[in-house]
Nanobody
Framework: QVQLVESGGGLVQAGGSLRLSCAAS????????MGWYRQAPGKQRELVAA??????TYADSVKGRFTISRDNAKNTVYLQMNILKPEDTAVYYC???????????????WGQGTQVTVSS
């Protein structure tokens, strides 16, 4: 079994920064996809940023402000969020997909979410 635990959310003023972390634990040999999604009240969950062996993906709304990175040795992914705006307020969820244990794959694993609130 694989679990994702997020940390780093909180309340910040517009223009400020936060860094989210997501650590994967369990029987893990390799993780092909790690990403961050967010869901604001009344809105659908959306992809914010993702990292695979093929590169990086960012939502247009966060390009130039957010940076995703990963530490494969620690099975951890980070999201550095700079120049935060009130519209970035949401619950942020970590996602891991195609998690290989050495024997089988786990798919579409989600963390519990962490609240990010940006005040104007």
């Amino acid at each position: 079994q694989v679990q994702l635990v997020e940390s780093g959310g909180g309340l910040v003023q517009a223009g400020g920064s936060l860094r989210l972390s997501c650590a994967a634990s369990g029987s893990i040999f390799r993780i092909n996809f790690m990403g961050w999604y967010r869901q604001a009240p009344g809105k659908q969950r959306e992809l914010v940023a993702a990292v695979t062996s093929g590169g990086y993906t960012y939502a247009d709304s966060v390009k130039g402000r957010f940076t995703i990175s990963r530490d494969n040795a620690k099975n951890t992914v980070y999201l550095q969020m700079n120049i935060l705006k009130p519209e970035d307020t949401a619950v942020y969820y970590c996602n891991a997909d195609q998690v290989y244990s050495g024997s089988y794959y786990f798919y579409d694993v989600w963390g519990q979410g962490t609240q990010v609130t940006v005040s104007s």
